[in-house]
């Protein structure tokens, strides 16, 4: 009885997850781009917006999980408007738990985060700040990047990646590592190469199995966010405020969310409370306090070298992060966390060049401003002073580093894949990372990244081991939304 042959393209959260996952049913082979143990940021031109000024992904073993800050929340169902992907969601809800603790989370997940959200909604409540509800997120206070499990062949530095196609599905995948030329034969592919790399991968699919696609990289969406004024609360809610800003729970802590909905009804976009000291807004100091909190190790410490460290409201941030220590402060920074629609951005490679056309439509903008005229008129109530600029332009806002969108998800003509996340032009080419996730209101997108990773690996168990082991499985027929 012979184990299937999966080949797993990324080794970053979702193809980490994936190939772990699958080991004990199937031989497993990992083709990642970067080196096992050293991550590189590769060159990108920006079309438009930058993304942001430090890096917000890489290629290298354990991918992006070597920046992040893992902080998990889920994405919240009722935010989302398309009905196949709140299906994708449901679908993948059950897997919360086991994702969280692959992500570090000692516990419950599901029970602590409810827990979060009840307490810290009580709280707000009690101060009128919950209009449109309070959401958490939740830091598991140890963590480290996503290794895979020695059993799994691990290729990296693979370059040249090429697929032979046979009846619809791949049977052989090519690669180079240096200049040696290696092939493996395939049961199934998943394409994890994250929202920067994976449309380069399924051009390169969806061309050799002879079909003419434009969409792989269109539609990318990220989280614009930003700091985005100040506010001084009143005496009398300073410890309300306070809890909600940042609660230690011992292995983890918890950052509320103050929800903001838009009057459409299609944006939810969500506010941070975060320390500082001053009251007044400085552009210069909002970007370098991001550039701080978005480095790690020797960078952060060589980005701490400016005259901006010494910023009072620098310092509180530090004290904050590092010490875990409240800054003695009634001041509060404002992040800004904004919900985009897929809508003319892309990723895109000129030759090997990678390129993204970002941007934030003026339509987003003003139901960015709107929302931040409501939250301003929530936080009047509380506070003595509040000062947020309401007519933020685009310069106020950057990549939340959580770039998705990129793979159409559905049974419209134009969509890649399905619900199984499975390719449609390819009977056996499944995709599986940020790149699926077609809307994601204010949440982080990692912890349902590790969910969906999960939901797949059983979905291919379920079809290739089951069928290898047990009796053969027709492969399923193609259906109306099978267009490519
Ligand atoms: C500073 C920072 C902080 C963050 N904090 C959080 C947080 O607190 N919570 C949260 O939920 N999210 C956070 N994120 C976002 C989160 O890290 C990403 O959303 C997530 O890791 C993306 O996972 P992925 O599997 O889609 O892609 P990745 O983890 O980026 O993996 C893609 C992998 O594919 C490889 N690859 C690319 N192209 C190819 C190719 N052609 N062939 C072979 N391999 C290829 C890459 O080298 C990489 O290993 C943060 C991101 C950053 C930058």
Known sequence: MSRPSIVVIGAGL????????????ADVTLLEIGERDRIHYPPIDFDRKRLGHVNTFCFGGG?????????LIPIDRRDVVREDFREVLSDAQPFMDDAASRLYFRGRYSTAYTKAVADMTAVAEGIGLARDGIDCLVYPKKHRPLTVDDRVKAVYSVDKIRFTVADG????????VGSTSHSIDATAVVVAAGSMGTPKVLREIIATSGHRHNTPGHGFIDHPLGFVGKVRVKKKVADAISRLSKLDCGDYEVQAVVRLKS???????????RPAVTIHNSLAIYKYKSLLGATTGLTRLRNAASWKFFHPDIIAEVVSHVAGIHFPS?????????????????VYYDGDNLRVDWAISDEE????????????????????????????TDDWLWSGAHHSGVTPLGDATGDLIDRNLRLK??????????SVIQEHSYANTGLTIAQLALRLATEIRGRY????????????????????
């Open 330 to 346: 009634r001041t509060y920074n404002i992040l800004f966390v904004a919900e985009q629609r897929r809508g003319s951005s892309r």
């Open 263 to 273: 009057d459409c009804g299609r944006y939810t976009c969500g506010a941070y409370f």
């Open 169 to 176: 599905a791949i049977k052989t995948v090519h690669y180079t």
């Open 63 to 71: 991918g992006t999980t070597n920046l992040w800050h893992n902080g």
């Open 14 to 25: 979702a193809g980490s997850l994936v190939c772990n996952e699958l080991v004990e049913d």
């Open 465 to 484: 081991v089951a069928s290898a082991v047990r009796a053969p499985r027709a492969m399923p027929t193609k259906t109306a939304g099978d267009r490519v």
């Open 425 to 434: 032009a390819s009977e056996n080419v499944y995709v599986c990372d940020g």
């Open 365 to 392: 903008l003003e139901i960015y401003r709107a929302l931040l005229r409501k939250l301003s008129a929530m936080l009047a109530g509380v506070a003595d002073q509040v000062n947020i600029e309401t007519m933020i």
